[in-house]
């Protein structure tokens, strides 16, 4: 995730709490002195953080701390959380496009600051989405810009406007969008030439571009990397033309990305998306309570619906919805599972927005985890129908008749049929034994959620409304205790609850269910095998 380091030294400040038999004062001053470390290490404004310091201290020590120390580090956690999002909260609504009519986006931003990347990184998460999307090339200063727009157009099969011999970027601006105006694009994006420097003539042509155009909203792209100085470029940018919002890259991994977020928050143009990589499906919509839900490990449910919503993966399994919710599950449910998590984009941002997965995340690399998913989907593909089915069937001996066999079926599968399954995918056995391991213990999870009817939303609504200490009692016994206690407890996981609502919470359990990653457990394993039918 981005700001990895960010949250965990945010998350490493409150975990003190956890283990300090009393919270004072002084203790409080700790916590508080570790997190504004934290966040001036990440280029955070030396005065923004005194603030945020106050702010936070002036908020805990005012409330009276009824409950003991749990009431008290839930109280300083909710502080910070709160504090975090005004931090990064603009004061502003960004532009949304609507359905059926031209939608037209100008991008601005010095050379360099990845507006190309971010163009096609934009339109396909448009076009992902179901609308009419294409790009338009007006960027006549940089050689290569026109070949870059065309091969990320083609990659992505969304058309594009431009023409290598036309070196008037207004003339190419007019025409491009003229011309996707005319054949009904519901969302158009223009390019604009970048600079190395915010040069005059930079801001002239982008006036000029603009003019033409008359986008609905100019868009800045800008480079995290140079921290809290973006606020900066980004107010002689919004002084030239009407800035509507920022998308801000290169957040993979920069120490002063916390700095860069912070900063253009406070200029009150909000920020949309982040780039978090140079594929196109390291961009992220920025949301400032998503986001510092995600950094404190919390996980962000809303983004995490999105993204399934995106991928119509529950649309498309009505079966084994329905399977799941009587608590079976099959290695063909695994596979559909690990289908859903690989078409959902990059799988370190995936685990992030999972409620207290990214600290299980820590100290394992995204890459590997798709490495590892992309061996189990060749496994799969070695097995055969009734095996993904987990119709174990064995011949054996029948001992009432001599020299004739009966058909038996096993619960698990028998050592030949993985070695079998190990050579067709050109997998080490262990590798096999791993992936069943991982279906075991979801089975397990899926089992007992299905069980207590966590899988249905009818059942989970009337169990929230009739006895909710009750329902909170089954999701604690059905999930993985580490887990749970990088939610915050079951006190957060029932906030949760609360905020969002119950067809989306039950959605979420069985994507859940299904998340079988290497190194998480499910619910500490499930007893009872697959299911014969
Ligand atoms: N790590 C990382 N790299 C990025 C991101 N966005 C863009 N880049 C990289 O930044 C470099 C510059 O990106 P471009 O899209 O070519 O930049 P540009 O602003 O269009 O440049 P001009 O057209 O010259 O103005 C490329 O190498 C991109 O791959 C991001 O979010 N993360």
């Known amino acids: 995730m981005v700001l990895q380091e960010l949250g965990s030294k945010i998350n490493s400040a409150l975990s003190k709490l956890n283990t300090a038999t009393v919270i004072d004062e002084e203790t409080i001053d700790e916590v508080l002195k570790e997190i504004a470390k934290a966040l ?30 749990t009431n008290k580090t839930r109280q300083i956690r909710n502080a ?112 604009t030439s970048g600079r190395h420097h915010q ?96 950094l404190m490990g919390m996980g962000d449910v809303k983004g995490l619906m999105e993204k399934l919503k995106d991928t119509k993966a529950l649309e498309k399994a009505p079966e084994m919805m329905e399977r799941m919710q009587k608590g079976q599950f099959t290695l063909r449910d695994l596979r559909q599972q690990f289908q859903t998590v690989m078409g959902m984009g990059n799988l370190g941002q995936v685990m992030s927005m999972i409620p207290g997965m990214s600290q299980m995340m820590q100290g394992q690399d995204s890459d590997q985890a798709t490495k590892r998913i992309q061996a189990f989907m060749t496994c799969f593909d070695s097995m055969t129908e009734d095996e993904l089915d987990c119709i174990f069937k064995v011949r054996k001996p029948d001992p ?21 399954i190990a050579k067709g995918a050109g997998v080490p056995l262990e590798g096999v034994l791993a992936l069943m391991q991982s279906h075991k213990q979801f089975e397990g999870m899926v089992q007992k959620m299905g069980k207590s009817g966590l899988m249905n939303e009818k059942q989970m609504q009337q169990n929230m409304k009739r006895n909710p200490g009750a329902l909170m009692e089954q999701l604690q016994k059905s999930m993985d205790p580490r887990m749970l206690q990088q939610m915050g407890g079951t006190g957060n996981l029932m906030n949760l609850m609360k905020q969002m609502d119950m067809g989306a919470m039950g959605d979420m359990m069985k994507q859940m269910g299904g998340m079988g990653l290497p190194g998480m457990g499910g619910g500490g394993g499930g007893r009872g095998g697959p299911k014969r039918r």
């Open 40 to 69: 001036l290490s990440s280029d955070v404004n030396v005065r923004v953080v005194a603030e945020v310091r106050n702010n936070i201290r002036k908020e805990v020590l005012s409330e009276a701390a009824a409950g003991g120390a």
């Open 80 to 191: 910070v959380f709160s504090e975090l999002v005004r931090l990064l909260s603009p004061s502003k609504e960004p532009f949304t496009p609507k359905r059926g009519r031209c939608n037209v986006f100008m991008f601005v931003g010095l050379q360099g600051s990845g507006k190309t990347t971010t163009i096609a990184k934009f339109a396909n998460y448009w076009a992902r989405k179901g609308w009419k999307t294409a790009m338009v090339c007006c960027d006549t200063f940089r050689a290569g810009a026109l070949d870059q727009i065309k091969q990320n157009a083609i990659k992505l099969h969304i058309p594009y406007y431009g023409n290598p011999l036309e070196a008037d970027p207004v003339k190419l601006a007019e025409e491009g969008t003229e011309h996707f105006r005319a054949e009904k694009y519901e969302i158009i994006l223009v390019d």
């Open 199 to 294: 040069e005059s003539e930079l801001f002239e042509e982008m006036e000029q571009v603009q003019g033409v155009v008359q986008p609905d909203e100019v868009i800045f792209v800008m480079d995290s990397t140079i921290g809290q100085a973006v606020a900066e470029q980004a107010a002689a940018f919004k002084a030239s033309v009407p800035v509507g919002s920022v998308i801000i890259t290169k957040l993979d991994g920069h120490a002063r990305g916390g700095g860069a977020l912070s900063a253009v928050a406070a200029t009150d143009a909000p920020i949309t998306f982040i780039g978090t990589g140079e594929h196109f499906d390291e961009f992220e919509k920025f949301d400032a309570n998503s986001f510092v839900s995600r």
């Open 400 to 420: 009432s008749k001599p020299g004739e066999y009966i058909t038996t079926f096993e619960k698990t599968l028998s050592e030949s049929r993985m070695r079998r």
